[in-house]
């Protein structure tokens, strides 16, 4: 059993200002436990952030999150890349899986 069914190939630091998307920033590890919408955090910067799109002065006051950024499927061959993703829906919870 694994518990990645992607290869990851790095992360990105997304900043949104006012509920604005702004930019991102690579990274070659995570910043934090939780990603994504669960793992955002709303701060004020203390030095400037060059994103990919504009640099972010000092002082201003930013949410961001972290994004895992996945390539394929782990597995060399089609029936081991099934078998990952066979695995990875068996332990997932569902909320109406036993409904019907």
Avoid at 37 to 63: D, F, H, S, W
Avoid at 66 to 92: F, M
Wanted: one cysteine or more; charged letters at 25%; glycine letters at 8%.
């Amino acid at each position: 059993m694994q518990d990645q069914i992607f290869n990851i190939f790095g992360y990105h630091r997304d900043y949104w200002i006012s509920g604005k998307y702004v930019g991102h920033v690579r990274l070659d590890q995570p910043d934090r436990k939780t990603f994504s919408y669960a793992g955002r955090i709303c701060e004020t910067l203390q030095t400037p952030v060059k994103t990919n799109r504009m640099t972010i002065p000092a002082g201003a006051v930013v949410t961001h999150e972290c994004i895992p950024l996945c390539g394929k499927i782990n597995g060399s061959t089609l029936e081991e890349r099934i078998s990952v993703l066979a695995d990875y829906y068996n332990r997932v919870p569902y909320k109406n899986r036993n409904k019907q």
